[in-house]
């Protein structure tokens, strides 16, 4: 609808989401202008900061947040539990790279017993479990890199995309969870803008408005929803596109029922529909 023009400015709130889709995000967004600039109040998570990386320019607000790119997948089941909870283990490669750190530094096992250590692992996460957690790894590597790619220059800037992709893959920040605010991001090489005053007051000001909308920092209570009823639909905004002339919202309609059994109280929830709609 934007049509072709010279810079887009992308406003962006997440806590993350699937590996493969910034890389579409960005070259869609990319195919539209001349400069792809990216604006974070507040939190730009895993998924975003992949977006992040394939951005010009990245403003950032006092709270905005970055975050490592070390994607987790799960061990099938529960090794202490595998035929009655069929419970799924996340598993990431820095998980396992601390293990084997752990046995070597704290528990200084000798290089040569190294291999006891590994041949444990493997009896208790299944081969195949620690081969897609590394396939897994090499992706969000390789898209970040690609994703760098799209702006900075991979012969006389590639000691820096090297850098950036150490910090930001999980090699040197190794706990996902890790924010990353703007004077780190600038310090590992990222291009990134302080906003003035004015911009950062529009910034949140935006931010509070979806925040408001969409319940971001509300926790979902399956009994509020209900109050004194045993069954009720509710309609939840999961997310937001939004430009000056359009907005699409993804929509879950849900349905919560109440059970008491023995005077105990339990709840169902059921999405009844899950869908993008222009509103």
């Known amino acids: 609808k934007i049509g072709v023009t010279d810079k887009i400015s992308l406003f962006i709130y997440t806590r993350g989401g699937a590996l493969i889709v910034p890389l579409k995000i960005v070259k869609l967004i990319k195919s539209y202008c001349n400069k792809f600039e990216i604006l974070i109040p507040y939190r730009c998570h895993s998924a975003g900061t992949l977006i992040a990386l394939g951005a010009d320019n990245i403003v950032m607000g006092k709270l905005g947040e970055l975050s ?21 283990l996340p598993i990431s490669v820095e998980d396992l790279n601390s293990y084997l750190l752990f046995a070597k ?36 590597k390789m898209i970040s890199e690609k994703l760098l790619k799209l702006h900075m220059n991979e012969k006389t800037e590639k000691d820096k995309i ?12 190794c706990i996902h969870e890790y924010p990353i605010y703007r004077d780190e991001a600038k310090n590992i090489g990222l291009d990134v803008e302080i906003p003035d005053k004015d911009l950062e007051e529009k910034l949140w000001e935006l931010y509070e408005a979806y925040e408001g909308e969409m319940k971001l920092n509300i926790p979902f209570y399956p009994a509020e929803v209900l109050g004194d009823k045993e069954m009720a639909n509710a309609k939840y905004i ?37 869908k993008w709609e222009v509103v």
């Open 68 to 88: 490592p790119v070390d994607p987790s997948t799960t061990h099938p089941f529960n090794p202490q539990n595998p035929v009655v909870s069929q419970e799924k």
């Open 105 to 140: 530094e704290m528990a200084k096992v000798d290089n040569d017993k190294m291999i006891e250590v590994f041949k444990y692992l493997v009896e208790n996460i299944h081969p195949l479990s620690l081969g897609n957690a590394y396939r897994v790894y090499r992706i969000g």
């Open 162 to 173: 090297e850098s950036i992709l150490k910090e930001i893959t999980g090699e040197t920040l």
């Open 238 to 274: 999961g997310a937001c596109i939004e430009s000056r002339d359009l907005l699409n919202q993804f929509i879950y309609n849900v349905n919560v029922t109440k059970t008491s059994i023995d005077g105990k109280s339990s709840f169902n929830l059921n999405i009844l529909s899950s």
